[in-house]
């Protein structure tokens, strides 16, 4: 497919998942898509990078990092339920493997 075509197709393929009221993983699913190519399109024709109504960690396991002004030193990492740990760095990212090994 030359590049024209596959903008016309992801651009027709986008629409149509718009117009699905699906999620994004699950349209990729039915319509047996690649899920990264997917989220590489919308992201190169919309400038979206954001997943339509699914929570990242329950598609993938892992959760988003927001960095904030006034964090101070060190990462905080929230968990889903409410805990969230301070105060990480590369000094103790061990600890944080170790504590979330033990959920």
């Known amino acids: ?12 393929t986008l629409s149509d998942w718009q117009a699905s009221g699906l999620s994004d ?3 990729c699913k039915q319509e047996s898509l690649v899920y990264h190519r997917f989220v590489y399109w919308r992201q190169k024709l919309t400038g979206s990078v954001e997943s339509s109504d699914e929570p990242v ?4 396991g892992f ?5 904030t002004p006034d964090a101070g030193v060190g990462l905080t990492v929230s968990l889903p339920g409410g805990v969230s740990i301070t105060g990480l760095h590369a000094g103790n990212i061990d600890l944080l493997g170790a504590v979330l090994r033990q959920l």
């Open 1 to 12: 497919m030359t590049t024209p075509d596959l903008h016309q197709f992801w651009q027709e």
């Open 25 to 27: 993983a699950a349209y």
């Open 57 to 60: 960690q329950a598609r993938s």
């Open 63 to 67: 959760t988003r990092v927001t960095p």
